[in-house]
């Protein structure tokens, strides 16, 4: 069974730093992996999505990296913004079809 | 929101009353799927769709019935609501499962169970 795990749970920075957010999984075997973004009360927005085949991907100040062979997946953010703060997570998936397996998420505060 | 609308956003019932919950998609995907999130376990999959009359179980799909007769609709049923389903319900849409597809969410559908 596919385990999840992203590590810490909770981040502080002060605006301007980069953020280096962590995921690792149990079965190496995965068809994709995406990183999410959730603000309080709401619900998830997909961020970034790395085909299994995929090394990274990047989407202006987010690049996310996948290696396979250790079992983990890093989200970088750059510069990050009081309005970055927010829950992020990563979630994989073995096979077609879509079926998640999510990480507890990082509850990210960037202050001013 | 992707053209997903969930309803009702917020619930409130009694323990053995049932309780569906309705998603509704304009985008015609394929794939729909509902997500429990709770403190401390995250986002659980407890049903999901792969077409028309097409369902299977998720990981914690115990409690629950699903039924989905047309592409746009998907619903959740709680047969008799318990206080351990209290929880954040969220649906999700993809269009063919492909491995290049993202998963897109609705706003959630807060049930509380007294």
């Known amino acids: 069974k596919q385990e999840v795990t992203q590590i810490p749970a909770a981040l502080s920075v002060p605006e301007g730093e980069n953020l280096v957010l962590n995921c690792s999984f149990t079965?190496?075997?995965?068809?994709?992996l995406q990183w999410f973004r959730q603000d309080p009360g709401k619900g998830l927005t997909s961020l970034l999505l790395i085909q299994s085949s995929q090394r990274e991907q990047t989407s202006g100040r987010l690049n996310a990296s996948l290696d396979k062979s250790s079992g983990r997946s890093t989200l970088y953010i750059a510069a990050s913004q009081p309005g970055d703060s927010a829950t992020y997570l990563c979630?994989?998936?073995?096979?077609?079809?879509?079926?998640?397996?999510f990480g507890g998420g990082t509850r990210v505060l960037v202050k001013p | 929101d992707a053209g997903i609308t969930q309803s009702p956003r917020h619930k409130v019932t009694e323990t053995g009353t049932p309780v569906t919950l309705r998603c509704h998609q304009t985008?015609?995907?394929?794939?729909m799927y509902w997500y429990r999130q709770d403190p401390g376990h995250g986002l659980r999959l407890i049903h999901y769709?792969?077409?028309?009359?097409?369902?299977d179980k998720g990981e914690v799909s115990d409690g629950y019935s699903v039924s989905r007769s047309k592409t746009e609709d998907f619903l959740l049923t709680l047969e008799s609501a318990t206080s351990s389903q209290t929880s954040v319900y969220f649906c999700?849409?993809?269009?063919?499962?492909?491995?290049?597809?993202?998963?897109?969410f609705g706003s959630g559908t807060q049930l509380s169970v007294l």
């Open positions: 999700a849409i993809s269009n063919l499962g492909g491995e290049n597809e993202k998963l897109f």
């Open positions: 979630a994989a998936i073995k096979a077609a079809g879509n079926k998640l397996t």
């Open positions: 079965d190496s075997a995965i068809y994709n």
């Open positions: 985008e015609n995907h394929r794939y």
């Open positions: 769709s792969y077409g028309v009359k097409d369902t």
